[in-house]
């Protein structure tokens, strides 16, 4: 099984600032997908941005980009001009191009807190 | 608004009781998932079905049982469950199985055992 990690539990950015947070992962493969999903109060999970691992480019979605290292295993989120509306649980996920049954491989997560 | 239905959003039930969670999208999509969530970590992947089979059981113990009456309805019966199991149950639904599809979650129901 892939393991992913998220290294920070906890962060806090002040509003409007910018926040980085931090995601790795271990895989043999060469082809896999990665996302990162927010999850508010609310419960929902809302997909934020996604990655697929055969793209150079990062994938940016507004104010929310990634920095996709692949010989590092590296997929870190960055978020700017922080919003009240992102404070959340933000989690990583990888899923692997290869296996069936869309097995997502989930990060332990990050809670965000924005300061207002 | 969530495109993922989930019922009830609460449930409180005794360990004998039996009881069904509701999942229901209406984006013709024809995999649907079910996930448990204990607090502050993240979802565990228990069923996946698709075009109404059944394709992933991740050794979920038998007091949860699994059912796709059509390719809209997802539903979770309950019965005889532990105080363990109190959780949020999430629901999601994805196009098909092909892995750079994202999920779509619904809010959960949030469970608690008595």
């Known amino acids: 099984a892939q393991t992913v990690t998220q290294s920070q539990p906890e962060m806090s950015v002040q509003e409007a600032e910018t926040v980085t947070l931090s995601c790795t992962y271990d895989?043999?493969?060469?082809?896999?997908?990665l996302f990162w999903y927010k999850q508010p109060p609310s419960r929902q999970m809302i997909l934020v941005i996604r990655?697929?691992?055969?793209?150079?480019q990062n994938a940016t979605e507004n104010r929310f980009s990634v920095n996709f290292q692949k010989a590092a295993k590296s997929f870190s989120l960055k978020i700017s001009d922080s919003q009240l509306g992102d404070a959340a649980m933000y989690f990583c996920?990888?899923?692997?191009?290869?296996?069936?049954?869309?097995?997502?491989?989930f990060g332990t997560g990050t809670s965000l807190t924005v300061i207002p | 608004d969530t495109e993922v239905t989930q019922t009830p959003k609460h449930l409180v039930m005794g360990m004998t009781n039996k009881k069904s969670l509701k999942c229901e999208q209406h984006?013709?999509?024809?995999?649907m998932y079910w996930y448990k969530q204990k607090a502050k970590k993240p979802p565990e992947l228990m069923f996946v079905?698709?075009?109404?089979?059944?394709?992933i059981n991740e050794s979920v113990p038998s007091r949860f049982s699994p059912e796709c009456p059509n390719s809209s309805l997802l539903n979770l019966h309950l019965h005889a469950l532990q105080p363990e199991d109190s959780a949020l149950y999430l629901c999601?639904?994805?196009?098909?199985?092909?892995?750079?599809?994202?999920?779509?979650f619904g809010d959960g129901t949030r469970l608690s055992i008595l």
């Open positions: 999601a639904s994805s196009q098909s199985l092909h892995s750079n599809q994202p999920q779509h």
């Open positions: 895989t043999s493969e060469s082809d896999y997908y």
């Open positions: 990655q697929e691992a055969y793209k150079q």
């Open positions: 996920a990888y899923r692997s191009a290869l296996e069936t049954g869309n097995q997502f491989y």
């Open positions: 984006m013709g999509h024809r995999a």
């Open positions: 079905y698709s075009y109404e089979k059944l394709s």
